[in-house]
């Protein structure tokens, strides 16, 4: 990354070899606002080749919001350094330092957010797993300690009574005892199971759950890529995930859901070691997220629904965290109702040679 770049003197060009193997976007102007050098990631960042922009206007081929068209206006009146924070351009989101010369001409050099969005992404997810498991461990205490009564006095009454109806009653209350013992023990620590499960099935048994749960059709269009293989983890896990999202959406009053698959490559996940991260889109028209609510959506006990707990979108997380994965939220493009909820998963492409069929790709059921 370029840190306080000078502009070069008039008549002498940029490094440009040099400057087209760094990640920071790099735009020398003209003082009439033209085009003089823009580097590789400039393509990327502006959308728009070089060789198009060389000597014309930048805000002729490059989409500029308006607060970088006022900066640079600025900046061709004055000689200063300006910087702007998180500006939204055609390659995603920029911070953006403009230096100007004495001529008029300035040097605009964009550093890409996306490798620092998805570092905090990272940190807000082990923050949200960690909390889960916190709560755990607080609330098992809690209740273990009246559970523990209950199991006794039941256990108590099932050798007292003599009659067999009530002390089958007794033992009854003593096995779902038991049983919220072994619930509180796996909550916010889920024990998944490692083999290979076929996505698409996985999703479309999530949507069947729930077109029986509403008694109707979900509305839910599928926009798949056929060449994503067998996925190793574990598919009932997965599936609650699904259902979990699915139902927000249900509940947020969408009439419309759309499924989308993509495989990504150097994706969200910094601390994975596979080469391909497997992306699933959940997109609806619901009623969307409450921006008060946005940046605290995975942490347990937040809700925005009257009769929610608070804990179906917080083990979502962990369990796509146990699969070395994530959740993110994003709410839908300026105009668009509702909501885009993203779960990423890393792609192990060996599970596709032993997914117990004899194949190696899977396309929609």
Same mark, same amino acid.
């Not at 209740?143 to 559970?147: A, E, F, S, T, V």
């Given at each position: 990354m370029v840190r306080g770049a000078a502009l070069s003197a008039p008549g002498t060009p940029l490094p440009a070899e040099l400057l087209d193997r760094i990640d920071s976007a790099i735009v020398q102007l003209d003082r009439d606002g033209r085009v003089v050098f823009m580097n590789a990631a400039a393509e990327q960042c502006?959308? =728009?080749? @070089?060789d198009r =922009? #060389? +000597?014309r206007v930048l805000g002729e081929v490059a989409f500029l919001p308006p607060e970088l068209r006022d900066a640079l206006d600025e900046a061709a009146t004055a000689d200063a350094v300006l910087r702007l924070h998180e500006i939204s351009l055609a390659g995603g989101q920029y911070d953006c330092t403009i230096k100007s010369d004495a001529d008029g001409g300035r040097l605009l050099e964009l550093h890409d957010l996306e490798w620092e %969005? *998805? @570092?905090? *992404? $990272?940190?807000? @997810?082990? #923050?949200?797993? +960690? #909390?889960l498991e916190l709560l755990s461990r607080n609330l098992g205490h809690e209740? *273990? %300690?009246? $559970?523990g009564g209950i199991r006794g006095a039941a256990q108590m009454l099932a050798a007292e009574l003599e009659s067999p109806e009530m002390s089958q009653l007794a033992r009854l209350v003593m096995r779902e005892s038991d049983r919220i013992e072994e619930l509180l023990q796996s909550f916010g620590q889920p024990r998944l199971g490692r083999e290979p499960f076929d996505l698409y099935r996985v999703l479309d048994e999530a949507i069947d759950l729930l077109d029986a749960e509403f008694g109707g059709d979900l509305g839910c269009e599928r926009d798949y890529d056929p060449s994503i293989p067998p996925i190793l983890g574990d598919g009932a896990a997965v599936r609650q995930v699904f259902l979990n999202l699915l139902r927000n959406a249900r509940e947020a009053g969408a009439t419309s859901i759309l499924l989308r698959t993509r495989i990504e490559h150097g994706g969200v996940l910094l601390q994975t070691t596979a080469a391909s991260l497997l992306r699933v889109d959940v997109m609806d028209n619901g009623e969307g997220v409450p921006e008060s609510l946005r940046n605290l959506l995975f942490l347990p006990m937040v809700t925005g629904k009257r009769a929610g707990t608070g804990l179906g979108l917080a083990l979502s997380q962990q369990i796509a965290a146990s699969h070395g994965g994530m959740i993110s939220y994003e709410p839908r493009a300026a105009g668009k109702r509702g909501s885009r909820f993203s779960v990423h998963l890393p792609l192990d492409r060996g599970a596709a040679a032993s997914d117990g069929n004899g194949r190696e790709e899977r396309g929609p059921a």
């Open positions: 502006m959308a =728009a080749g @070089r =922009a #060389l +000597g %969005n *998805r @570092r905090i *992404r $990272l940190q807000q @997810r082990e #923050l949200q797993t +960690g #909390l209740i *273990r %300690n009246p $559970l």
